[in-house]
């Protein structure tokens, strides 16, 4: 997009922040749920060890030193945090905003019952 290669694309932070500082024109998406841990059903035994690490790992979240993360990634630490706290990390996905984002495309595409399906308690 700085090249002048493409006229539209879709980011997530850091790089939103990164081309609004870079002078262009940002507009957010506003979806409530964008990321989802999922795991591939020949994993079926591991579903509790892998839903535990992710809970370990969202209430370590606001522990985790933004400064090392930052110079890891090779990033300005303000950005870094910026980016970070522009996230909330849950648990677990809300049945009812997923149905809801779902919307039109399970009434024709995916049977009522994929949402319920597909995420575990």
Do not use: H
């Amino acid at each position: 997009m700085l090249k002048g290669r493409a006229a539209k694309g879709v980011v997530w932070e850091p790089y939103a922040s990164m081309a609004r500082r870079a002078g262009l024109r940002v507009e957010p998406c506003e979806l409530e749920t964008c990321c989802l841990l999922g795991a591939n059903a020949q994993a079926e035994g591991l579903f509790d060890v892998i839903r535990r690490a992710a809970a370990d790992s969202i209430a370590e979240a606001d522990r985790v030193d933004l400064q090392a993360y930052a110079s890891l990634v090779n990033m300005p630490y303000e950005l870094v945090r910026d980016s970070v706290r522009s996230y909330e990390f849950l648990e677990s996905p809300d049945r009812a905003v997923l149905r809801r984002l779902i919307g039109g495309v399970r009434n024709v595409v995916m049977p009522d019952s994929v949402v319920d399906e597909a995420v575990r308690d």
